[in-house]
């Protein structure tokens, strides 16, 4: 069944986590009666096990839903775009909302409106959609629509009174959002005789089908057979199967414009369909590509090591598979002294870095051990060589750098205004330069702060959480590098670089960061038969200094004949605890000791 | 032909003592002839079995040793009944050790008159501890006074050879209570001490304590204090270390039986839960006494589990058992990881090598298990 492009509404819903987001979905899914009740369950768009339980959605989805206007009795034809709604993929949000006309602006009414949801807000306008604010899980006791309607009002220059309440959960409302929908939302132009056009805003890799491409048409047909081209990538390929989801896939024989779906040609590689990246045509395709395509750099970067050596060859092929889903995993080999080895992986955010790692743990069965995240910095040396470093031991000798930049975000921060004091200390603690600050209704104020992201990297946001009892929300973009007088602050241990322990910081905040960090190994590390001096360096300068002192007892007393298998079974037993350590030099260092930098925000 | 040595465990005690984890029962009646009136004909039966086991392998006795539980709560003409029973079906070397372990309260003159005249050559009692809170925390029945005076008994039996046993790292224990019980230790002229840091077996009575928090531990280091001052206490009054919990006067005032397990050699454990060791074959007996007895009556073996040490596990227990001896390890025993290790050791201050052999220092019999992890790499 095809509409017309009239009546065709595409839209996405914009919401901060715990919003009710998958709710809402789930609720306009079954009014619709796109989804038989029976196979109903919760969250239905968020099919990876890990949004279910995280409750957060990492990969779009893109449903095709059919809806009787109660007004004009026309039947139109919805895509809704459900997107990720987290700061690592801002970018893989923006090409979706690029997909559609209107946003549902999804505010928990007794939250409020979040910096995530600011955001998003501010993209959706950027990208020129007609937004429809709603208050959600307006049936809560806790609920404050007043307050909340202000400030959402205050937002979108709306007035109060036509903010919709709604319930996600018992489905209130949500009928008039349809009719708005309807109403509001344009509906999508382009012209169907153009050179087709269509652009990608998600890919997933099927191990058996290949690359399926999640695309919106924008000019033009694309049919089954068709040869195409992606204009950024260079690459050609033929439709082997085009369609939509309803949500599951439902195959066409074309896609027109203004309609969303999936697009299947047998190329096995996500990078050679990317996110953001223009289809037409091989043959007469359109000349201009569609704008906002970039491509999108890993911005956070940190070691991944498998714990059992042996399991290298098998991460490799963990990695891979992860990267044919995956366009934004940047990942190459990393072999570090005390860790021996394993791959240097550079991703999106920290979110991100968690997915990855846990998929890799979860889904590949990998025992791995992280090194402390780190962004990238580039080093310009004295003989004016560029180069970029992303792993601290790779920095260049002090003595050759003329300078080195690094990555500035730009962060918004939203928060009850009693936190305003304590978040500006940390801000100014993190090297944050005040950049702006407004009250969105009189109880809530919105920060602006420009920061480098290594702060933020580190432990910013759980000590803004912590600041403000998590009332407060974070979110920021990067806005490019800047000079910093930055130094590489070494770990040694009995005398020897760590090279995994190794970590570029701002001068000034060396010489307590180093105090607190050997502090915090002296805790981790646990007492060997000798003592194990602990030292942070800059160069070749000592700036703190601790000592696990050795201990001096470890024996059992009684060895007679009954004791002695069992006294050599836990000494055997005692020496594969010890594999689990990793032997730098000559120390014995438990894996949480190359966390210890991650809890150095506990101590201040 | 490697020396064989007899242990008859004895499974029976007056009472259990809270931080005691062996083998052993305190009441008199056990069915099934488990009890302590019939230890003694079960052991022989045990000894009949043992006989025909070994076959052409039977050798005389080096070492005769008797523990527990309590030997001494056994009338003494049993334990010279069961040694008269291994002589008659092994017979005994020339200037064989026969030791019997005893608790202070347990024996008195007359029994260790009698057991010398027996033919046993040495006594080794469970003194402990000399503060009496101490002994008290250890469930110990005996007066502080109690030891020193068993051993002038044994002395006046003829025992050349008289041994304590001693705990340090008791709760409470201050470092002057084992600075006294080192000193009346001392006092008593033993020619052998055993000094054994307390070790919390899970189970026992004295573990719940612990773990309910009525009972705190000594740290690690007080514990190498302890034993530091134990050590040096020892040998300024003569008696040397030859292995790391143990101290004699002389070469011939070691206990042989004790230095059997630490060479390899062979030996048969009679009597409930008790453990053998025969060319690379280990098993142990079932544990219950009327099990145990139940086995024998029926003519059955009473062992309950075997284990065949590979070369692997013989390797790793040679070091882990010779390391620990005066005498040193034969270097030759050693991996190229593990001769690594020993030179790094050496360097530390754990070992000393000389002469292809390895011997522990000061340090290193404190920290003997993390040296042993070490040189088995």
């Known amino acids: 069944m095809a509409v017309d492009q009239s009546r065709i509404r595409n839209f996405s819903i914009i919401a901060h986590i715990d919003h009710g987001k998958s709710t809402l979905a789930d609720r306009i899914l079954e009014m619709t009666q796109t989804v038989d009740p029976r196979q109903m369950r919760e969250q239905l768009l968020d099919s990876m096990e890990l949004e279910r339980e995280r409750g957060i959605t990492i990969k779009s989805q893109a449903v095709r839903v059919f809806y009787e206007s109660k007004v004009d009795g026309e039947t139109y034809q919805f895509h809704l775009i459900d997107t990720p709604g987290h700061v690592d993929f801002t970018y893989e949000v923006s090409r979706s909302l690029a997909a559609c006309e209107g946003a549902l602006l999804v505010v928990d009414a007794s939250q409020g409106v979040e910096a995530q949801t600011l955001a998003n807000t501010y993209l959706a306008v950027d990208a020129g959609l007609e937004l429809i604010p709603c208050l959600n899980k307006i049936d809560l006791p806790g609920a404050e629509p007043e307050r909340v309607a202000a400030e959402v009002a205050e937002l979108l220059g709306e007035d109060p009174d036509a903010i919709k309440r709604i319930s996600g959960k018992t489905g209130m409302g949500v009928d008039e959002v349809l009719e708005l929908l309807v109403e509001k939302v344009p509906p999508p132009g382009g012209d169907p005789d153009a050179p087709p056009r269509a652009v990608i805003f998600d890919s997933e890799f099927d191990q058996y089908r290949g690359v399926i491409a999640y695309i919106r048409v924008v000019d033009g047909t694309f049919a089954k057979g068709d040869a195409i081209r992606a204009m950024a990538a260079g690459t050609e390929a033929e439709i082997d199967d085009i369609g939509f989801f309803t949500p599951a896939m439902t195959p066409v024989e074309t896609l027109t414009p203004g309609e969303v779906g999936y697009l299947i040609t047998g190329v096995k590689d996500v990078t050679r369909l990317r996110v953001g990246d223009t289809l037409t045509l091989k043959r007469n395709g359109a000349t201009e590509a569609l704008p906002g395509y970039r491509e999108v750099r890993p911005m956070v970067f940190c070691g991944l090591f498998p714990l059992d050596t042996d399991r290298y060859p098998d991460m490799r092929d963990a990695l891979e598979k992860l990267s044919l889903n995956d366009a934004a995993l940047f990942w190459e080999p990393e072999t570090s002294d005390a860790l021996g080895f394993g791959f240097r992986c550079g991703f999106l955010g920290l979110l991100h870095m968690d997915i990855v790692r846990e998929r890799l743990e979860r889904e590949y069965d990998l025992d791995l051990m992280a090194t402390m995240p780190s962004v990238g910095f580039e080093v310009t040396l004295t003989d004016g060589t560029e180069m970029d470093v992303h792993n601290p031991s790779d920095f260049p000798d002090p003595a050759s750098v003329q300078e080195v930049r690094e990555p500035m975000v730009k962060a918004s921060i939203l928060t009850p205004k009693e936190y305003v004091g304590t978040i500006m200390e940390l801000c100014q603690d993190k090297r944050g330069e005040h950049a702006g600050m407004h009250y969105l209704s009189a109880e809530r104020v919105q920060l602006e702060y420009v920061l480098p992201l290594a702060e933020i990297v580190l432990d910013f946001f759980d000590q803004l959480k912590s600041r403000t009892k998590g009332y407060a929300s974070l979110d920021y973009e990067p806005i490019g590098l800047k000079a910093s007088d930055l130094v590489k602050l070494d770990v040694l241990l009995g005398g020897d670089v760590v090279d995994a322990l190794s970590m570029l910081v701002h001068k000034d905040k060396a010489y307590p960061l180093g105090r607190t960090l050997t502090e915090k190994l002296r805790e981790k590390i646990p007492r060997q038969q000798y003592d194990v001096p602990i030292q942070a360096a800059i160069g070749a300068h000592i700036i703190a200094r601790e000592t696990v002192k050795a201990f001096r007892k470890d024996v059992t007393a009684k060895c007679y004949g009954g004791d002695i298998s069992r006294k050599r079974k836990l000494l055997e037993r005692q020496k594969e605890g010890k594999k689990r350590m990793k032997q730098v030099g000559r120390v014995e260092v438990p894996q949480e000791a190359f966390l210890a930098v991650l809890e150095l925000g506990d101590s201040r | ?377």
């Open chain 2, 1 to 377: 032909m490697t020396p064989l040595g007899l242990y008859v465990h004895v499974p029976f005690c007056a009472a259990r003592c809270g931080y005691c984890d062996f083998n052993t029962y305190t009441a008199a009646e056990l069915p099934g002839g488990g009890d302590q009136a019939a230890f003694a004909t079960v052991a022989l039966q045990e000894l009949d079995h043992a006989a025909v086991t070994l076959g052409a392998d039977a050798r005389p006795a080096a070492t005769v040793f008797f523990g527990g539980g309590t030997p001494t709560l056994l009338p003494p003409e049993e334990l010279v009944a069961i040694l008269e029973g291994i002589r008659q079906r092994f017979g005994l070397e020339p200037g064989a050790e026969v030791t019997t372990e005893a608790n202070p309260e347990s024996v008195g003159p007359r029994a260790l008159e009698l057991l010398r005249a027996s033919g046993f050559t040495r006594v080794s009692i469970g003194m402990q501890h000399a503060a009496p809170h101490v002994l008290d925390t250890l469930d110990r029945v005996h007066t502080p006074g109690r030891a020193g005076a068993a051993v002038a008994e044994a002395r006046a039996a003829g025992f050349e050879h008289v041994s304590l046993d001693l705990i340090y790292g008791a709760p409470g224990e201050s470092a002057d209570d084992w600075a006294l019980t080192l000193d009346t230790a001392l006092a008593a002229g033993p020619d052998h001490v055993s000094a054994y840091g307390l070790e919390v077996e899970p189970g026992t009575a004295l573990a719940a304590r612990v773990r309910r928090g009525e009972l705190g531990l000594p740290d690690g280091d007080a514990m190498a204090d302890r034993q530091a001052e134990a050590d040096a206490a020892f040998s300024a009054a003569g008696l040397h270390w030859y292995e790391v919990a143990n101290h004699a006067a002389s070469p011939r005032a070691r206990c042989h039986h004790n230095l059997g397990y630490w060479r390899s050699h062979d030996w048969w454990g009679v009597g409930p839960g008790a453990h053998s060791h025969l060319a690379g074959e280990r098993w142990w007996n079932v544990r219950h006494p009327s099990a145990y007895a139940r086995r024998l009556a029926a003519g059955r073996s009473p062992a309950a589990g075997r284990e065949l040490l590979d070369a692997t596990s013989r390797r790793f227990e040679r070091i882990m058992l010779e390391v620990r001896l005066a005498e040193g390890l034969d270097t030759a025993l050693l991996s190229p990881a593990g001769v690594r290790a020993a030179e790094r050791l050496e360097r530390d201050g754990a070992l000393e090598l000389s002469g292809g052999r390895a011997v522990l220092t000061l340090h290193g019999r404190l920290t003997a298990d993390a040296v042993v992890r070490q040189l088995t790499d």
